[in-house]
């Protein structure tokens, strides 16, 4: 089955920094277009960072220069590294991407989501 697996979330205060990672269930399925949600308590999920195929990124206006994409096409792992941490940082972060293996793809698959907590 073709899951995404995250991991890194936590409990960090303002400030701080956390790593977020994303990998394929499985190392012989690549990911393509990968994009990092997140949803507060009583909020809409919101985009905060999307990485193209090729490695191009955006991300939204409430992290930029804080948060950072990078991608180990080797491990089929996406990173989101978060510093500075806020506590409207808080949330339940969520991965999504589309995969491929040889012909066949595998697309809008998303990750069980990781709690993010901000807080002193």
């Known amino acids: 089955q073709v899951q995404l697996v995250e991991s890194g979330g936590g409990l960090v205060q303002p400030g701080g920094s956390l790593r977020l990672s994303c990998a394929a269930s499985?190392?012989?399925?690549?990911?393509?277009?990968v994009d990092w949600y997140r949803q507060a308590p009583g909020k809409q999920r919101e985009l905060v960072a999307t990485?193209?195929?090729?490695?191009?990124?955006n991300y939204a206006d409430s992290v930029k220069g804080r948060f950072t994409m990078s991608r180990d096409n080797a491990k089929s792992t996406v990173y989101l590294q978060m510093n500075s941490l806020k506590p409207e940082d808080t949330a339940v972060y969520y991965c999504h991407a589309d995969l491929t293996f040889g012909t066949s793809s595998f697309n809008d698959r998303w990750g069980q989501g990781t709690q993010v907590s901000v807080s002193s």
């Open positions: 499985r190392s012989i399925f690549r990911l393509n277009a």
């Open positions: 990485m193209s195929s090729g490695g191009s990124t």
